[in-house]
């Protein structure tokens, strides 16, 4: 993440903790399994999303590109909420505790260049983003942190492309591969989401397709029996 200036607003950080579902919350506290930690950074990312009106599956896209991970039993490529990058190496840790004491190993070390959570929030660029790494590993604190800058930089630059470019480098020769990245996952982020909004659609349709049939059924019975030869 490029470094840049930003406050996470407490206000909606405390919105979008609390929008998220029970399960959800729990994997947000650092606790659960590995089914649930890897739905919790697009829940999260999604809500922030839409609470910061950027456009729709932008930072999914972004997560992905910066601590996706693919599952082989479910081919599935998810967001992970426990990774850190550091050195060159990134490593995809099974729980915030396990996340947190490797970043303080690191830290004990001399390291600073330290990427962490959902969206790899920089820790030497941005160290007064969070309060501690409690906050720094919280999924909703981390996607927040990161769509203020994206909103940022895509109010200076003007564009997504550009934006997209910044929040990784301002260095030509590393952000244009990244950029690429970004935009080809965008692309299969929006017809996922779009998909999946048109079958919630027809699902609702059926849904009141048969809730009419039914209450058409239930007149027809209720004329029947209020009819003279039903006596």
Not at 101 to 117: C, E, F, P, S, Y
Not at 205 to 231: I, N, V
Request: net charge positive; glycine share 6%.
């Amino acid at each position: 993440m490029h470094p840049t200036g930003f406050i996470i607003a407490a206000g909606l950080l405390t919105t979008l903790t609390f929008g998220l579902t029970t399960p959800a919350r729990s994997m947000s506290a650092g606790s659960g399994n590995h089914k649930a930690n890897s739905t919790v950074c697009r829940q999260i990312v999604s809500q922030t999303e839409q609470a910061l009106k950027l456009p729709i599956g932008i930072m999914q896209a972004i997560s992905l590109a910066e601590s996706g991970r693919w599952d082989k039993s479910s081919r599935s490529h998810f967001a992970w909420p426990w990774t850190v990058m550091a050195q060159g190496k990134g490593r995809f840790f099974p729980s915030k505790a396990a996340a947190i004491t490797a970043v303080r190993k690191l830290q004990a070390d001399g390291v600073r260049n330290i990427d962490v959570g959902c969206m790899q929030v920089n820790l030497k660029y941005h160290p007064k983003a969070f309060e501690n790494l409690e906050e720094a590993f919280d999924p909703a604190a981390n996607a927040l942190c990161a769509a203020q800058l994206f909103a940022k930089l895509r109010r200076t630059t003007k564009s997504i492309n550009r934006a997209v470019a910044h929040y990784h480098s301002t260095t030509r020769d590393r952000n244009r591969p990244y950029t690429k990245k970004v935009m080809r996952i965008w692309n299969q982020e929006r017809r996922r989401i779009f998909a999946e909004q048109r079958e919630r659609k027809l699902a609702a349709w059926r849904a009141k397709r048969e809730q009419r049939k039914a209450a058409k059924l239930a007149l027809r019975k209720q004329a029947t029996l209020a009819s003279p030869g039903s006596r």
